[in-house]
């Protein structure tokens, strides 16, 4: 495939609309839709190099025992899933500082160890090029109520066994918290 250009549709104050203008294998014009965090896409060249948009934060208590998950009411879906907690970069801040800034916002717990960082990854391939930096460690603290007004956010640590029986019941799980819990869920407990 061969990308010719990239046209903006829409902008918003969280998302831009793009229609992506390529060439087909068999020679045909062809136009994609798509999402980006990032409204100044204006060339092919930079759809190919997508910024750093958002953190994922997955947290265990610090005896490495319990996971924490959200609750989290979602508009586009109507209705409460767990996820994990999770929040867009703001300009200047490295991942970790956002890392503890979200975490902070939407439960009330610090982060005391980070453990590990990973590079970027693609968050939802097939609708956006938004990229996520997933932050890995221990948090700590009480939990409190999401601070943000326009969220409804409730955290809980839970154990590898509520966990496994949340997963067998079919609870209402995000793609990636549904992975990492079903993973975390099955290691052997220390």
Not at 38 to 53: A, N
Not at 58 to 66: G, K, V
């Amino acid at each position: 495939m061969k990308l010719e250009g990239v046209e903006k549709i829409a902008s918003w104050r969280y998302l831009s609309r793009y229609d992506v203008r390529y060439r087909a294998p068999d020679g045909g014009e062809k136009v994609y839709e798509m999402f980006s965090r990032d409204p100044g896409i204006d060339s092919p060249e930079k759809l190919l190099h997508p910024r750093v948009d958002a953190v994922m934060i997955i947290m265990t208590d610090e005896p490495r025992e319990r996971l924490l998950l959200i609750r989290e009411f979602r508009l586009e879906l109507g209705r409460e899933i767990f996820g994990l907690p999770a929040g867009l970069i703001d300009p200047g801040e490295t991942p970790e500082q956002a890392a503890r800034r979200e975490l902070k916002e939407e439960t009330g717990l610090d982060i005391v160890e980070i453990r590990r960082v990973l590079p970027p990854a693609y968050s939802a391939v097939g609708l956006s090029n938004e990229q996520c930096v997933c932050v890995f460690g221990a948090a700590a603290g009480e939990i409190a109520p999401c601070k943000d007004t326009g969220e409804e956010i409730t955290a809980r640590w839970y154990s590898r066994a509520e966990l496994r029986d949340m997963l067998e019941r079919g609870e209402t799980f995000g793609s990636w918290a549904q992975a990492y819990s079903f993973m975390w869920s099955m290691q052997t407990e220390k």
